[in-house]
């Protein structure tokens, strides 16, 4: 009886929110679509829709100007651009304990197939934006892939993204540092833009985390690119603070403290990413690494190295007890990958795979322990189990370097005879450096102590990819400068791999 009395009255409660929330919605004084619209996690049957609604990006307390009530969202998605024949829609609601934001699973879709959706609220609509689900099983002749990482925001405009929104591509990966967690000054970096004092400190609250994506959403070109593909994303440690392992903070935080600055710099990633509602933190917790199919030409492994790997220590990294995905993952990714029925498989990873020496001396070594080089016990062992199982054509992508770089994966780098086991292609940053240059004499310098290493570039830029059954080729995109608005995008270098011959030819 208590039961059906307590149902009924969250039933009259759920009746009424439709009518009191439209009206409240009437009240917003300006579009709140200031953050674009996105899309994420492509299936062959579904995709997730996200916006944020912000009427006042950038309020310093990080809730966009919002009312605190819930307020309905309607989303329409179409077979066409000009949104006539629509498919799927419905009524979200977005709640400010999570800042407004919305997340819509939209079921039922064809596979392989693109749409557009919208959203709209109090008599604004939000820009109509372009997704694609993935194919069907079996069902794939080419992938047009690309991805970015490292986009600090006052280091430079993201002019990279413009050029990547332009292209026909059927998925987007994202590999960390989407954010910077550093104070920006009142004049905005490179972008010399004047900003509040709100964004003079380094992020560590929920409000902070939340005002740092509202700043970084605003950018043109990066909503120009979130609409133009669905994505898929990983933080890596700027998301939360500077080469973070676990719970350790590099800065001297209590494991206690610093949880709690990882919870706040999580709810604020998801709470600004096209992420399935089941990716929403529980406290400093979530699963951030997927497997992403397309049919049997290509699976996206999308891998966390951030939440379970052992701490940093560069004398330890021949220790076979230490790890950087954690048993778990470590267990999934192997067990896809020898599942998998892909030509390619392709292992999204934050941090560099290659080994790494940054000095031509030959009786010394310098590693960077942030990196695989850090982990080369565990390095060995994914390897070993990749050889093991026979895994057709691995290909490692990877962001956090902010340079480009391409290199053959060998079992013992000492040994420059020994086989080659797979290919890596760093992509270099958005912004994050200001804009560099072609060469600089730390690259020669890894060019020449490193014979595995094919390619060296320190400019801006996003990476391309276009997998076909046969071959694999891998476009590097720069820009001329990122520190004025406008900068030329180009292909500095392009490779192709050849199936079942993990050997990098330039085209
Ligand atoms: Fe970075």
């Known amino acids: 009886m208590l039961m059906y009395a307590a149902s009924t009255a969250g039933l009259a409660a759920f009746a009424q929110l439709p009518s009191e929330a439209e009206a409240r919605t009437r009240s917003l004084q300006g579009t709140p679509f200031t953050l674009g619209v996105a899309s994420g996690d492509p299936r062959p049957d579904s995709v997730v829709l996200w916006t944020r609604l912000a009427v006042e990006p950038l309020a310093d307390d990080g809730l966009g100007g919002m009312p605190r009530t819930p307020l309905p969202v309607r989303w329409e998605l179409a077979e066409d651009d000009s949104m006539r024949k629509v498919v799927r829609s419905g009524t979200a609601t977005a709640r400010p304990e999570l800042a407004h934001a919305v997340h819509v699973e939209v079921e039922g879709l064809l596979p392989g197939r693109e749409y557009w959706y919208r959203f709209s609220t109090g008599g604004y609509e939000s820009p109509v934006a372009r997704t694609k689900t993935a194919p ?290 760093m992509g270099t940053s958005i912004t994050t450096g200001g804009n560099g240059s072609d060469m600089t004499p730390g690259g020669a310098e890894w060019l020449a102590a490193n014979p595995h290493l094919k390619f060296f570039n320190n400019q801006r830029g996003y990476v391309r990819c276009h997998i076909a059954a046969d071959t694999l080729r891998t476009d590097y995109v720069v820009v001329d400068r990122v520190t004025a608005p406008d900068g030329t995008a180009s292909v500095r270098r392009s490779f192709v791999v050849e199936s079942g011959r993990p050997v990098l030819q330039e085209v």
């Open 136 to 425: 069907a099983p079996g069902w794939a002749t080419e992938v047009a892939f690309a991805w970015a990482s490292c986009q600090r925001w006052e280091d430079g405009f993201y002019t990279a993204y413009r050029d990547m929104a332009a292209q026909d591509l059927d998925v987007i990966g994202h590999l960390g540092d989407y954010i910077y967690e550093y104070g920006i000054g009142a004049t905005g970096g490179r972008r010399n833009i004047p900003l509040s004092p709100a964004h003079n400190a380094p992020t560590m609250t929920l409000s902070q985390y939340r005002l740092r994506y509202a700043l970084t959403n605003t950018d043109p070109d990066l909503r120009a690119a979130r609409a133009a593909a669905p994505w898929f994303l990983v933080p890596d440690d700027h998301d939360v603070e500077d080469n973070w392992a676990a719970d350790q903070s590099p800065t001297g935080m209590t494991p206690e403290n610093f949880l709690r600055r990882r919870a706040a710099a999580f709810r604020a990633y998801f709470e600004n990413q096209p992420l399935r509602p089941s990716t929403l933190p529980a406290g400093p917790d979530t699963t951030y690494y997927t497997r992403l199919r397309y049919g049997r030409l290509a699976t996206f492994f999308a891998m966390d190295e951030r939440q379970y790997r052992s701490p940093l220590d560069i004398n330890a990294r021949l220790d076979p007890n230490r790890t950087m995905l954690g048993a778990e993952q470590e267990e999934w990714l192997l067990d896809g990958l020898g599942r998998s029925h892909s030509t390619w498989n392709i292992l999204a990873n934050q941090v560099q795979m290659f080994q790494l020496d940054r000095l031509t001396d030959p009786g010394l070594q310098q590693l960077n322990p942030d990196t695989w080089d850090g982990y080369a016990a565990a390095r060995d062992r994914l390897w070993a189990g990749i050889a093991e199982r026979r895994v057709s054509n691995p290909v490692v992508v990877t962001g956090d370097a902010h340079v480009n770089c391409a290199a053959e994966l060998k079992v013992g780098y000492d040994d420059p005879s020994s086989p080659t086991v797979g290919v890596e292609f």
